[in-house]
């Protein structure tokens, strides 16, 4: 593929599916350098994994670094619901994004991720259907839809998860699952708790469960190496290696939060999973919620429940404590040359104030030479004024 680029891309609109489960996919006239145009689908949570990729390989571009350097466009992460308005809504977003794409210096908008991603794929030719359910609805966007996208309600549709292993309830208001058991996820909180549905509804842990499409969960935001203040509610002992061990009180900075209810947090230069319903935003006042989720025992990992019988062949992708430990070692040494750099330029800005503003030395005003002198040296007019 080393000649082979894409000279353009076109966002043509949505397409409506209903097999498996009912989902949209965006269609793309991808136009290549030796003149064919092919027209391929691809759903949003596809493309944004596809962006985190390009932003990986490339972290000078993408702004991981330095964020002036960044060239790499932005994309919104996918919502937990992906309805029609939504994906109506994202299609200027998208169209915008591609078109910056290809503009990009051609070690990128060339780069074998790019093209390998909007090669045609075996499904683009022939979908997946099922002839008892209707004929996928195609929406077509039109020239002015940038300026005329209609903002209508459409149905949510809630994504599909699947329990990896057995999850007991503990109170009345969560709901008892069994792995293997399908549930449709309304809600997910940040402390691990979600709520879910199949006949009722009930509320349970997230890290029991896992989505159809992939085993990563496509919602969860980047790290943020720059950090949010936060404050312990609660002590925690650290069970595993990479968990970190906190008293109440503590102010630390939380750099990723993971939707298992274990954010990745960072106190001094050392990073480690802690609790997220044992935090508090630096600031923020004290409230029912807080003060019940600080009462309960911490949610399980992900990583740590045993038996998980996943569907997927690859497995969940995660970041190590060294990935996160480097990147704030980078990070927090380059807020500190900043901060040099300013008070440096600071102090030549005072010191030049200050040398401007010392007066300058007078000259010395010599002795006024004696009578005798006067007399001897100087003229007979000036000699008449002594006299």
Partial sequence: MGDTF????????????????????????????????????????????????????????????????????????????????????????????????LNLPPKISHCLHVLSFFQVRHDDMKPVTDGQIKNPEVFYLTKDAKKSLTDITGPIVLQTY???????????????????????????????????????????????????DGPDESEEPEPNYAGEQYLVLKSYTAVQEDELTLKEGDAIEVIHKLLDGWWVIRKDETTGYYPSMYLQRAGEANTPVKSELRNRSAPPRRSTIRNAKSIHKQSRRQISQETYRRNSKKYIQSRRNMRANFHNKANVIIESNEVENKPKAQPAVPPRPSKDLILSRCTESTRRKVL
């Fill in 6 to 101: 894409i000279r353009h891309i076109e966002l043509l609109g949505y397409e409506k599916r209903f097999f498996p489960s009912q989902h949209y996919v965006y269609m793309f006239l991808v136009k290549w350098n030796d003149l064919s145009e092919k027209l391929i689908y691809r759903r949003y949570t596809e493309i944004y994994e596809f962006h985190k990729a390009l932003k990986e390989m490339f972290p000078i571009e993408s702004g991981d670094i330095n964020v002036e350097s960044r060239i790499i466009p932005h994309l919104p992460a996918p919502k937990w619901f992906d309805g029609q308005r939504s994906t109506q809504n994202r299609q200027g977003t998208l169209a915008e994004y591609c078109h910056t794409l």
């Fill in 162 to 212: 699947r329990a990896i292993a057995d999850y007991e309830k503990s109170s009345t208001s969560e709901m008892a699952l069994r792995a293997g058991d399908m549930v449709d996820v309304v809600e997910k909180g940040e402390s691990g708790r979600w709520g879910h549905m199949t006949v009722g509804f009930g509320w349970g842990g997230g890290a029991y469960l896992e989505p159809m």
